[in-house]
C-alpha cells in the first residue's frame, strides 16, 4: 500500500516541468541585493516569493525592514515538530555580464537527459535551492493536505550584501520563529551521485580600501618619479599580504585557529581533486604549504583581494598618476578567530603601512564568525536517512569554505541548530559568470526535502 509520503514524491515527478516553470519566472526577477539600482526587483522578488509560499498552503507575509525584506510564511502541522525552512532569494550581480553566454536573468536549459541544467543568476545561488523546498511544501499540500510538521519559512533578501537586517529581525520575531531545528537550503553535495549535510561553515571579514595620495590624477612625465603614486603603493601593499608559502602577514591573523571538530572526518573522505581543480579550469592547487586542498578551503583562514580599482583602464596608453587607488579584500575565518579582532588587525596592517603623503578611507561589509553545527542529533540522523533512501548512496558530512551568516545567528539569536542540506555542485559557477544548478539535482532535491519533513515528522518525542 502506497504511504502519502510515496503519493507526494509520485505528485513531484509529475508536476516536475510546472516547478521548473515556476522557478523560471522567480529567475527572471535581478534581485541583486548588493546595487541600490534594483532596489524595487529585490522587492518585487519578495512578493513573488510570498506569493508563491501561499500557493504551497502557508500563510505569508513581506515584512519591510531598514534594509531589503524579509519574507516569512506560517502552515503545516500546528501539533508536530518546528521546523524553520531558510533560503535567500537574493543574487549576486551579473558582473562581468559580457562573459555569459546566455543573458544572466533569463534562465535557459541547456545539455540533454541527465545532463540537463538551468543557466541563470541565482539557479543554484539561491532561488534553485529555495524553490526544493517550497515545491516540497506545494506537493504536501496538494496531495496530502499539507506538509507533517509545524513550519515557518524564512527567506531572506540580503544575504549576499553581508545580511545586516537578519539579526535585529530574528531578535525582534525570536518568539514567533524559535524552532525545533532550522533547515538551511543553500549549500552543495559531495559529488553528483553523493548527498551532503554541511557542519562547518567559513566566516568572513570585507574591507574596502582606499589609498588617496595628490589632490588630482597627474602627467606620470611631469611628475612620475617625485611624489606618491597610490596605485603603486597599494598594489605593494597588497602584494605583502602574504608570504612566500601563502601564510598572511597581518600581526595575530593565526592567534586562536584549531583545526575544526569535524576535520577528522575529513580525512577519511575520498575527495577528487582533478575535478574540483577541473572545475576552474586549472589542473593545480595552490595556497598555504603543507595543507591538503580540503583543509585550504574549508578549514584554513584565508584572505582574498576581491577586485582592485584605479588609474587608466580604457583602450590604449594614457600616462596618468591616478589619485587614488581601492581594492576590496575579504578574509575567510575558521573556528578560533574573532571577525572583530580580525577586522581591526587587517585595518592597522593598512594603517601602520600608509605610505607618505597618503591617507586611507577603509570601510567594512560585515564581520562573521566561522560556524560548526552539531553532527549528531536525532534532527540529523532522519535527514542522513531520508538522503540515503533517495540517493541510495550514504550522505557525506562535509565542511564548506563559504559563509551562510543565518546559520551563526539561528544558534546565539534563536537558540537553534541548523540541518544545512543543500543540492549545488561544484561547477555550478555559483557568483560566477554563466551560474547554473543541474535539473537532476533540482528533482532530487525537492524529493528529497519532501522525504525529510516525513522523517523529522517521525523523530521521537525526546529529541530536542
Ligand atoms: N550559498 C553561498 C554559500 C556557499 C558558497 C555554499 C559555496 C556552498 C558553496 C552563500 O549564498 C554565499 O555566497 N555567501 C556569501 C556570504 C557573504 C556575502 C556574507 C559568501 O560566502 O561569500
Ligand atoms: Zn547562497
Known amino acids: 500500500m502506497s504511504t502519502t509520503l510515496d503519493r507526494v514524491l509520485d505528485h513531484i515527478d509529475a508536476s516536475f516541468d510546472a516547478s521548473l516553470e515556476r522557478l523560471k519566472t522567480l529567475l527572471r526577477v535581478p534581485s541583486v541585493s548588493t546595487d541600490p539600482a534594483h532596489a524595487g526587483d529585490v522587492q518585487a522578488c519578495a512578493e513573488l516569493t510570498a506569493d508563491l509560499l501561499r500557493q504551497a498552503g502557508l500563510d505569508a507575509t513581506v515584512h519591510t525592514t531598514p534594509g531589503h525584506p524579509m519574507v516569512v510564511a506560517t502552515g503545516g502541522n500546528p501539533d508536530g515538530h518546528h521546523v524553520l525552512y531558510y533560503g535567500h532569494y537574493d543574487v549576486q550581480p551579473a558582473d562581468p555580464i559580457e562573459l555569459w553566454d546566455t543573458a544572466p536573468f533569463e534562465p535557459t536549459i541547456a545539455g540533454e537527459g541527465d545532463e540537463r541544467r538551468i543557466v541563470c543568476r541565482g539557479a543554484a545561488d539561491d532561488k534553485g535551492q529555495l524553490m526544493m523546498f517550497v515545491e516540497a511544501m506545494r506537493a504536501w499540500h496538494e496531495v496530502g493536505g499539507g506538509m507533517p510538521l509545524r513550519i515557518t519559512v524564512l527567506l531572506e533578501g540580503e544575504e549576499e550584501s553581508?545580511?545586516?537586517?537578519?539579526?535585529?529581525?530574528?531578535?525582534?520575531?525570536?518568539?514567533?520563529?524559535?524552532?525545533?531545528?532550522?533547515?538551511?537550503?543553500?549549500?552543495?553535495?559531495?559529488?553528483?551521485?553523493t548527498p551532503a549535510i554541511t557542519t562547518m561553515l567559513r566566516g568572513l571579514v570585507y574591507l574596502d580600501v582606499k589609498l588617496s595620495g595628490p589632490s588630482h590624477d597627474l602627467h606620470s612625465g611631469m611628475y612620475g618619479g617625485a611624489v606618491v603614486n597610490p596605485l603603486n603603493e597599494l598594489t605593494r601593499i597588497l602584494g605583502g599580504l602574504h608570504d612566500n608559502d601563502g601564510r598572511i602577514t597581518v600581526e595575530g591573523f593565526y592567534d586562536g585557529v584549531r583545526d575544526p571538530a569535524s576535520a577528522k572526518q575529513?580525512?577519511?573522505?575520498?575527495?577528487?581533486?582533478?575535478?574540483?581543480?577541473?572545475?576552474?579550469?586549472?589542473?593545480?592547487?595552490?595556497?598555504?604549504?603543507?595543507?591538503?586542498?580540503?583543509?585550504?578551503?574549508?578549514?584554513?583562514?584565508?584572505?582574498?583581494?576581491?577586485?582592485?580599482?584605479?588609474?587608466?583602464?580604457?583602450?590604449?596608453?594614457?600616462?596618468?598618476?591616478?589619485a587614488e587607488g581601492r581594492a576590496k579584500v575579504s578574509?575567510?575565518?575558521?573556528?578560533?578567530?574573532?571577525?572583530?579582532?580580525?577586522?581591526?588587525?587587517?585595518?592597522?596592517?593598512?594603517?601602520?603601512?600608509?605610505?607618505?603623503?597618503?591617507?586611507?578611507?577603509?570601510?567594512?561589509?560585515?564581520?562573521?564568525?566561522?560556524?560548526?553545527?552539531?553532527?549528531?542529533?536525532?534532527?540529523?540522523?532522519?535527514?542522513?536517512?531520508?538522503?540515503?533512501?533517495?540517493?541510495?548512496?550514504?550522505?557525506?558530512?562535509?565542511?564548506?569554505?563559504?559563509?551562510?551568516?543565518?546559520?551563526?545567528?539561528?544558534?546565539?539569536?534563536?537558540?537553534?541548530?541548523?540541518?544545512?542540506?543543500?543540492?549545488?555542485?561544484?561547477?555550478?559557477?555559483?557568483?560566477?559568470?554563466?551560474?547554473?544548478?543541474?535539473?537532476?539535482?533540482?528533482?532530487?532535491?525537492?524529493?528529497?526535502?519532501?522525504?525529510?519533513?516525513?522523517?523529522?515528522?517521525?523523530?521521537?518525542?525526546?529529541?530536542?
Open 162 to 193: 553581508g545580511s545586516p537586517s537578519l539579526d535585529p529581525f530574528l531578535q525582534e520575531h525570536c518568539d514567533m520563529l524559535r524552532p525545533d531545528v532550522c533547515i538551511v537550503s543553500d549549500t552543495g553535495m559531495w559529488n553528483r551521485q
Open 266 to 322: 575529513w580525512a577519511t573522505l575520498d575527495f577528487d581533486e582533478a575535478a574540483f581543480l577541473d572545475s576552474a579550469g586549472l589542473q593545480q592547487s595552490t595556497g598555504e604549504a603543507n595543507r591538503t586542498v580540503l583543509e585550504r578551503i574549508w578549514s584554513r583562514p584565508t584572505l582574498d583581494i576581491n577586485g582592485i580599482c584605479g588609474g587608466y583602464t580604457g583602450e590604449g596608453a594614457k600616462t596618468v598618476i591616478a
Open 331 to 464: 578574509c575567510r575565518l575558521v573556528p578560533g578567530q574573532d571577525p572583530q579582532c580580525i577586522e581591526a588587525a587587517l585595518i592597522a596592517h593598512f594603517e601602520t603601512r600608509t605610505p607618505p603623503g597618503c591617507t586611507w578611507a577603509i570601510q567594512g561589509h560585515g564581520c562573521n564568525p566561522a560556524i560548526e553545527v552539531e553532527t549528531d542529533s536525532p534532527w540529523l540522523r532522519g535527514a542522513v536517512d531520508a538522503l540515503g533512501t533517495e540517493f541510495d548512496n550514504d550522505t557525506v558530512l562535509c565542511g564548506c569554505g563559504g559563509s551562510i551568516p543565518v546559520v551563526g545567528s539561528f544558534q546565539s539569536i534563536l537558540g537553534a541548530q541548523s540541518l544545512l542540506v543543500g543540492f549545488g555542485l561544484d561547477d555550478d559557477r555559483v557568483h560566477s559568470p554563466n551560474e547554473k544548478f543541474d535539473l537532476i539535482c533540482l528533482h532530487k532535491g525537492i524529493r528529497s526535502h519532501a522525504a525529510i519533513a516525513e522523517a523529522l515528522a517521525h523523530v521521537g518525542a525526546t529529541a530536542t
